[in-house]
């Protein structure tokens, strides 16, 4: 059972801006930095944020992401039809000496 | 650019090891700042952090499966390998090898290789 909470599915039409959601404790997103990870259907997950808001090489800056307290959020601008796909949030949680990974959001694009 | 590649059986029976090997290439796996580490998902769940180690050999597993993992390094290789004992058909998804550097998320995936536990 994850200790990261995301919405189940998120969606928006082409173009638009979709925001999702990861709530923690202080333990993790409280103490910690946060990364997202997009997977594609059928292939492993890639880093889209690393440390809160910091982009990997090749990672377009349509994707961003923010922490406050002990939430966190990913925003998709410009939203593609390649944009369809699981996303997690992540964390190291200090009181189990563990990263942990959200619950999961699949982001549709109608 | 870094690779890495999982290899070990794709069938493990119930209360057995499951050991699986997660080649590196492309570099080094010697790296005083990276850590190693594995990644599961069972079938149509979520990402689930077995445990990583880092050069130095410092291990963090999982609390809920830390009974149960092994997660070590052989250099010689440049390989980096699991083994989890006791195994249900709760173990049963595609498990990743993955690397990251300290203080970042994980950075470099292998492809994931699928595990089914059945008798």
């Known amino acids: 059972q994850s200790v990261l909470t995301q919405p189940p599915s998120a969606s928006g039409t082409p173009g638009q801006r979709v925001t999702i959601s990861c709530s923690g404790s202080?333990?993790?997103?409280?103490?910690?930095?946060v990364n997202w990870y997009q997977q594609l259907p059928g292939t492993a997950p890639k880093l889209l944020i690393d440390?809160?808001?910091q982009w990997p090489s090749g990672v377009p800056d349509r994707f961003s992401g923010s922490k406050s307290g002990t939430s966190a959020s990913l925003a998709i601008s410009g939203l593609q039809s390649e944009d369809e796909a699981d996303y997690y949030c992540?964390?190291?949680?200090?009181?189990?000496?563990?990263?942990?990974f959200g619950t999961g959001t699949n982001v549709i694009v109608l | 650019q870094l690779q890495l590649q999982e290899s070990g059986p794709g069938l493990v029976k119930p209360s057995e090891t499951l050991s699986l090997t997660c080649t590196v290439s492309?570099?080094?796996?010697?790296?005083?700042?990276?850590?190693w580490g594995w990644i599961r998902q069972p079938p149509g769940k979520g990402l689930e952090w077995i445990g990583s180690?880092?050069?130095?050999?410092?291990?963090y597993y999982n609390p809920s499966l830390k009974s149960r993992v092994t997660i070590s390094v052989d250099t010689s290789k440049d390989q980096f390998s699991l083994k989890l004992s006791s195994v249900t058909a709760a173990d049963a998804g595609v498990y990743y090898c993955?690397?990251?550097?300290?203080?970042?998320?994980?950075?470099?995936w292998g492809q994931g290789t699928p595990v089914t536990v059945s008798s």
């Open positions: 993955a690397k990251g550097v300290a203080g970042h998320g994980v950075g470099v």
């Open positions: 492309g570099g080094s796996i010697s790296s005083s700042t990276d850590y």
């Open positions: 180690i880092f050069y130095s050999g410092s291990t």
């Open positions: 202080r333990s993790n997103i409280g103490s910690n930095t």
């Open positions: 440390n809160n808001n």
């Open positions: 992540a964390a190291w949680d200090g009181s189990l000496n563990s990263y942990v």
